[in-house]
């Protein structure tokens, strides 16, 4: 089982800012990575590291950390940022990869 | 730019063994680890497990005794086999490269680039 927790569902307005967290052991000692998933598609990398976004990633999308806690935060969410997402870190034993359970973002 | 492309057999009876391979293209193999990750339909991802190009390995812990990761470094491919499926299985599996870095003052892995998904049925 995942050693990740997510909230199940989450929902914004449109325009408005929207924070999605992640809980964790491993997470002090290991930055969360952020993932969106569409329907029928695969993840997509949006934020890694204490606050990185890949190229191509709008930056309405950030991230932070503190103690067992990372948040992925939305600041005007968009419709197409309705999705799926997922944080992933290396588990306590530092030998094995973990996903949360999956947080689904509605924006109203 | 890396792509990874990803192809096995879709359709599985119980029992029978899941292979699956991904190559990659368009980018450097050795210096990273490489990952495969299942998604039930209508469920969350799970990861399987990972390897380097030296061919270090690490698996989930609930499927180490089922799963066999291998990597080809002539042909810049690596692949799965998961034996004695069941309809549990039953999944998209995605392979993903996996990058390991210090950035600030913790450690960071992630995974940057995905393939586009292999469907997996196993039905008698």
């Known amino acids: 089982s995942s050693e990740l927790t997510q909230d199940p569902a989450v929902s914004v307005a449109l325009g408005q800012t929207v924070r999605i967290t992640c809980q964790g052991d491993s997470l002090r000692s290991y930055y969360a990575s952020w993932y969106q998933q569409k329907p029928g598609q695969a993840p997509v990398l949006v934020i890694y590291g204490k606050n990185n976004r890949p190229s191509g990633i709008p930056d309405r999308f950030s991230g932070s950390s503190s103690g067992n806690t990372a948040s992925l935060t939305i600041t005007g969410a968009q419709a197409e940022d309705e999705a799926d997402y997922y944080c992933n870190s290396r588990d306590s034993s530092g030998n094995h990869e973990g996903f949360g359970g999956g947080t689904k973002l509605t924006v109203l | 730019q890396v792509q990874l492309q990803q192809w096995g057999a879709g359709l599985l009876k119980p029992s029978e063994t899941l292979s699956l391979t991904c190559a990659v293209y368009?980018?450097?193999?050795?210096?990273?680890?490489w990952s495969w990750i299942r998604q039930p339909p209508g469920k969350g991802l799970e990861w399987i497990g990972e390897?380097?190009?030296?061919?270090?390995?690490n698996y989930n812990p609930s499927l180490k005794s089922r799963v066999t990761i291998s990597v080809d470094t002539s042909k810049n491919q690596f692949s799965l086999k998961l034996s004695s499926v069941t309809a549990a299985d039953t999944a998209v599996y995605y392979c993903a490269r996996e990058l390991r870095l210090r950035l600030g003052e913790l450690l960071s892995h992630y995974m940057d680039v995905w393939g586009k998904g292999t469907t997996v049925t196993v039905s008698s």
């Open positions: 368009g980018g450097s193999f050795s210096g990273y680890y």
């Open positions: 390897i380097n190009h030296s061919g270090s390995t």
